[in-house]
């Protein structure tokens, strides 16, 4: 079975604080996708970042990167000098063939 | 390019009341998804269609749920009769099917059954 854990169900930090959004993920198969997602409070899930289960190169984009470790079966988020439009809830889903598995979320409050 | 575009944005209705969720997905975009979400959780699928068809509506709660996709592109979700607790907002979302990963969201649906 398929399933995504975001044990961090809310965060507040202070904005140009660097922050970590945990993902932990279970599956038994050797080939899948790694998603993030962002719905800020007008609701839309916007994509982030997509990794593959074999490629395990972090990757970083602006004040974004991910930390994609198999040994762990973590997918981690860090956001570096936040800023108060980083405030959302961000998800992390993984993709089974065609079809998505989502965490519960975890909610990031920056404050200004 | 245009995204996934579901209308209503909005709907409030009484329980026992029919609604319908319309959702129009990316061109080209062969897969959509319905997916229910409750407040401070993540998507739930309610089913999925490669191009016509329903290929996994194990989630769809049957007796009261149906979906519909007649030519491969926009869908409607219909809930008959609604029930409070399906307050929630519909979500859909589309993806590119073969060599296309991530998925496209909408703005999603919020129903308030009262």
């Known amino acids: 079975a398929q399933k995504v854990t975001q044990a961090q169900t809310e965060i507040s930090v202070v904005e140009k604080e660097d922050v970590t959004l945990d993902c932990v993920y279970e599956?038994?198969?050797?080939?899948?996708?790694l998603f993030w997602y962002k719905q800020p409070p007008s609701g839309e899930l916007v994509f982030l970042i997509r990794r593959n289960s074999f490629d395990e190169q972090n990757e970083i984009s602006g004040r974004y990167s991910w930390n994609f470790q198999k040994s762990t079966s973590s997918f981690n988020f860090t956001i570096t000098a936040s800023q108060v439009v980083d405030s959302a809830v961000y998800f992390c889903?993984?993709?089974?063939?065609?079809?998505?598995?989502f965490g519960s979320g975890t909610k990031l409050n920056v404050k200004p | 390019e245009a995204g996934v575009v579901q209308s209503p944005r909005y709907k409030i209705i009484e329980k026992k009341q029919p609604v319908a969720f319309w959702c129009n997905p990316i061109s080209g975009h062969n897969t959509l998804y319905w997916y229910l979400q409750n407040l401070g959780q993540g998507p739930e699928l309610l089913i999925r269609?490669?191009?016509?068809?329903?290929?996994?509506d194990s989630q769809l709660p049957k007796d009261r749920f149906s979906a519909e996709r007649l030519k491969g592109v926009d869908s409607t979700l219909k809930i008959q009769p609604a029930e409070l607790g399906d307050s929630a907002v519909y979500l859909c979302?589309?993806?590119?099917?073969?060599?296309?990963?991530?998925?496209?969201f909408g703005p999603g649906t919020r129903l308030t059954v009262t």
């Open positions: 269609y490669e191009n016509e068809e329903a290929v996994d």
């Open positions: 889903a993984l993709r089974r063939f065609n079809k998505f598995y």
């Open positions: 599956t038994r198969d050797t080939t899948y996708y």
């Open positions: 979302a589309s993806s590119g099917g073969q060599g296309a990963y991530e998925q496209y």
